[in-house]
């Protein structure tokens, strides 16, 4: 009986032992696979990066996502924004094309729509004209249009206050315009965190989210004699149809921004929404939000 006893023991401890082994073998299973499922931390070009799921606004990546750096044309979203938020806005409303338009072009050397002087365009086509190709002429005629004031310079300053007043209104406190288009004179700036909230914002309107997923456009606008031209307009983020899931939002570059980029993708339900400034060419701007998005699907 002794033996019996001790033998049953002997077995329980060992069960006992064999079921603690398995057991930390299996926890140990399971913390190799979490480890396994973290994504690694992607590294980038610009100086400046940041990304956060659209629907929950988690902070999925950062890389100096509060300095403040000039934005170049992903400006062009908060201009856009400001003009879709305003009341009763008719987006049919034929806007004249301006010489004043024109030869801000010139003088700035900028991207421009090729707005053509004493063409009728409309606030819809004048938009597309500023997301697309990033026509600073579009912008000009919009904040023109847009702005309050008797003259066209106080219509701009107008125009750029309600810029900054929306800014404001979402609680942004690293970002400031002094200009229509990102060509500003040296106080025109924001972050990663910023921009992306921005543009986050302005995803939740319809029409902006229609213009800046689209890749190309052909439009019918009305010329000084009453005839008609077509202008065709190509989106200038190369991310669109190349990137799986891509719907926007905004490139931007100058001679202090480099080359930034605002984009947003969804996959499965989920949408991430980032930007990166300050990266070194076109190319690098593209592969850091590839990056990117790709680190924010994994999370």
């Known amino acids: 009986m002794k033996y ?25 299973a399971f913390a190799s696979a979490a480890t396994a499922a973290a994504p690694p931390t992607p590294t980038i070009t610009a100086k400046g990066g940041f990304v956060m799921n659209n629907g929950t606004a988690k902070t999925l990546y950062g890389k100096a996502a509060d300095t403040r750096r000039s934005t170049g044309s992903t400006t062009k979203i908060m201009t856009a924004k400001v003009v879709l938020a305003q009341k009763n806005l008719n987006l049919d409303a034929k806007v004249t094309v301006q010489k004043a338009y024109s030869d801000y072009i010139v003088s700035k ?28 002429d579009a912008a000009y005629a919009l904040a023109d249009k847009f702005g309050s004031g008797s003259t066209r310079a106080a219509r701009v300053k107008s125009f750029i206050g309600k810029m900054n007043s929306s800014a404001k209104s979402l609680g942004l406190k690293n970002t400031h315009f002094d200009s229509f288009d990102g060509i500003g ?5 924001s972050t990663p965190r910023d921009l992306t909230k921005i543009a986050s914002s302005a995803m939740k309107n319809s029409t902006f989210r ?9 439009q019918k606008v009305t010329t000084k004699s009453g005839g008609y031209r077509y202008m065709s307009w190509a989106n200038t983020n190369a991310m669109l149809g190349s990137y799986t899931g891509m719907i926007g939002v905004k490139t931007g570059s100058g001679p202090t921004a480099k080359y ?40």
């Open 4 to 28: 019996g006893i001790t033998g049953i023991r002997r077995t329980s401890v060992a069960a006992t032992v064999s079921l603690t082994a398995g057991a930390v073998l299996a926890s140990g």
């Open 109 to 136: 050397n900028a991207s421009s729509a090729r707005l053509i002087v004493g063409d009728k365009v409309t606030v819809r086509q004048l938009l597309y004209g500023l997301m697309l190709p990033s026509g600073c």
């Open 185 to 189: 004179g040296g106080s025109n700036y």
């Open 210 to 218: 229609a213009i800046v997923k689209t890749k190309s456009t052909k």
């Open 260 to 299: 930034c980029l605002v984009f947003a993708a969804t996959r499965n339900g989920k949408t991430v929404i980032g930007t990166v400034l300050t990266s070194t060419s076109a190319t690098t701007r593209t592969a850091d939000a590839k990056k990117l998005l790709d680190y924010g699907f994994k999370k």
